[in-house]
């Protein structure tokens, strides 16, 4: 089996990939650099202890980050715990996908796995919209390259700026109301928040369909996907696990006869 970790500024979701190339199970913990090797390794072997053959039946680790300084924390608490190396996924031309965008060197693993992941599971001009701290636009051509996109901050981040700038807002719950005129402060809040993501999103990506493809497939992923992207007219698929596959996948291309 191959254990696999995206990395994000917030949260880290680690997934493993059995012999049928599944995400099996996948779990999530907070990206913090103040963590101890010791005190994620002992997660880690929590975690996988509960799978058949335990931690002794992975083959390999595979991780997209954009948070070095937790890398380094989690492939410690890898090598340690578990006697196995990290492997970080970064862009090579061994993917198979190239980089048509300006800084190339300044694409996140993340879309560049978003772009992987899309390009082998819905073959096709797409859009990756992906619900994480930020909530970026991966661009994907069909020959699986990357375009380029958008970024725009994500509920969390917007929410917590809000409350932080002002004295007497009230924190509030994830909801969507029925209704588009709020009758309470808390109803305000959640259609500024909620409502306006979506309306975000829809926006974006019609401007991208109109600026580039109007048939290019969108695809949800992120830790907030399943919550928001239901309520997005323009989402077509919703998949959790994209940005794993794409590290799984490009694991499989770089490292060819490691697994």
């Known amino acids: ?17 059995n012999a049928r190339g599944e ?26 202890e509960a799978l058949p053959g335990g931690a002794s039946s992975l083959e390999a680790f595979c991780a997209a980050s954009v948070v070095p300084n937790y890398t380094h924390v989690l492939a410690e608490a890898a090598e340690r715990h578990l006697g196995i190396g990290l492997r970080e996924f970064r862009w090579s031309p061994e993917l198979g996908i190239g980089l048509e965008v300006d800084e190339p060197e300044r694409v996140g693993a993340d879309r560049v796995a978003n772009a992987l992941g899309a390009h082998l599971a819905y073959p096709g001009p797409a859009i990756v919209v992906d619900f994480g701290t ?8 069909a020959t699986g390259n990357f375009l380029g996109g958008a970024i725009a901050a994500g509920i969390e981040v ?3 700026s809000l409350f932080g700038r002002t004295a007497l807002l009230p924190r509030i719950a994830l909801g969507f109301p029925d209704s588009a005129i709020g009758k ?35 695809i949800a992923t992120g830790g907030l996907a399943q919550r928001i992207a239901p309520h997005c007219a323009s989402v077509n ?7 794993l596959k794409g590290v799984g996948w490009g694991h499989d291309r770089l490292h060819p006869t490691s697994i």
Do not use: C
């Not at 199970?25 to 072997?45: A, F, N, Q």
């Not at 930020?134 to 051509?141: E, G």
């Not at 808390?186 to 974006?204: E, M, P």
């Open 184 to 218: 309470s402060t808390v109803q305000n809040l959640q259609i500024g928040l909620y409502h306006g993501a979506t309306l975000l999103v829809d926006g974006l990506v019609e401007r991208i369909r109109l600026e580039w493809e109007p048939k290019a497939r969108v």
């Open 1 to 17: 089996m191959l254990l696999l970790a995206d990395i994000g500024n917030s949260e880290t979701l680690l997934g493993v990939r």
């Open 237 to 243: 698929v919703v998949d959790p696990d994209l940005t």
């Open 158 to 160: 917007a929410a917590a």
């Open 23 to 48: 995400i099996e199970r996948r779990w999530r913990t907070r990206s913090d650099p103040r963590s101890t090797p010791d005190e994620i390794g002992v997660l880690l072997r929590q975690w996988l």
């Open 134 to 141: 930020a909530t970026t636009f991966d661009v994907v051509s």
